[in-house]
């Protein structure tokens, strides 16, 4: 007699939660052409590429990155101050507009890769993580090139 009354109970509890569950900016995250130059052996820091795509309707905030090849990973932009190109921190991370992309290339955005457990040679498993707003998260397989020009 327990046993039918907290089968019903838990059945009535189960029925007004939402039928479908809000999906994760982790879901909405493509990513294309993820890749690091190899470095040599005594190499301190490094920078992962990627193009990413968002595919949902609303924006999506990146707000770190991890790398299994580092003990740190920021995101991290290069600007132009004085004439001179500077790199810095997005503390705030970035947003993809809704249905928008954002390359992270040489020269421009990048997943800044400091403290290297290890240095990345071709055919190494490397992987980055992206954290978002909403604390899902997403790995990506990264492609370790010779060298990288873009």
């Given at each position: ?43 301190k820091t490094g ?104």
């Amino acid at each position: 007699m327990k046993n039918r009354i907290l089968v019903a109970l838990t059945a009535a509890a189960l029925s007004i939660l939402p039928i479908t569950a809000q999906a994760e900016m982790a879901d909405h995250i493509v990513a294309e052409n993820v890749r690091i130059s190899s470095l040599p052996p005594v190499a301190k820091t490094g920078a992962i590429y990627a193009d990413l795509k968002n595919t949902a309707d609303s924006p999506i905030q990146i707000i770190a990155a991890k790398s299994n090849i580092a003990e740190k990973t920021e995101l991290h932009t290069m600007e132009m101050h004085n004439g001179i190109m500077h790199m810095q921190q997005l503390k705030e991370g970035i947003t993809l507009a809704p249905k928008g992309h954002h390359s992270f290339s040489r020269g421009q955005d990048h997943f800044m890769l400091m403290e290297l457990i290890t240095t990345p040679q071709k055919a190494e498993n490397v992987t980055l993580t992206l954290v978002f707003k909403d604390n899902s998260e997403k790995t990506f397989n990264v492609k370790v090139l010779s060298n990288i020009r873009n």
